[in-house]
């Protein structure tokens, strides 16, 4: 995703402790106040390559979005839909995914790295049922929300997008 922006933010009620999360599009560094400029240097990043690579990790490989959409296919819709390709893009900031169906195709937004598997299963089936259903009519709805936590997810992407003062991006 290119180099992220970096905010380091020094707090007199730290002593010790440095952590770091992301903020949107964000790396935010929390470090003590009394910390040194170098010490800072070094430890910011220690933490943007540690928060990486935690990220990562929860963040599939293409290969492996594709067998978790088969999967969820089988499990939700009885394996009627088999997409061709499903890979991460890196230019989708309205939508959490997209799916062409004319190329069984399906496009998730790296804005999903490091959200729970369990949201990316939710879009992941959301983007999947529009093979069978391009539209959001009712039966599509039947579909996805036969995922035992879509409304949990839907939840999760509707708070995520309000903490960020974000109009809520769309699975489509």
Not at 12 to 36: E, F, Q, Y
Not at 89 to 113: A, E, F, L, Y
Not at 140 to 163: D, H, I, M, Q, T
Request: hydrophobic share 35%; net charge neutral.
């Amino acid at each position: 995703m290119g180099n992220p922006e970096i905010e380091v933010r020094r707090s007199p009620r730290r002593r010790r402790t440095v952590s770091a999360h992301r903020d949107g599009d964000k790396i935010v560094v929390l470090i003590p106040a009394s910390m040194s400029k170098k010490a800072e240097q070094e430890w910011v990043t220690t933490m943007v390559e540690r928060l990486e690579r935690q990220e990562q990790r929860r963040r599939p490989p293409d290969e492996e979005l594709l067998a978790r959409a088969m999967d969820l296919s089988d499990r939700y819709l009885g394996g009627l839909a088999e997409p061709d390709s499903v890979r991460w893009v890196d230019n989708q900031n309205s939508r959490w995914g997209s799916c062409t169906p004319g190329d069984r195709s399906i496009r998730i937004s790296s804005r999903m790295k490091g959200m729970p598997l369990w949201v990316l299963d939710y879009v992941l089936l959301h983007e999947v049922t529009h093979l069978l259903e391009p539209s959001h009519d009712e039966r599509f709805w039947a579909w996805v929300n036969a995922y035992p936590k879509a409304e949990r997810a839907k939840g999760y992407l509707e708070g995520w997008s309000a903490a960020r003062d974000e109009p809520g991006p769309v699975a489509d």
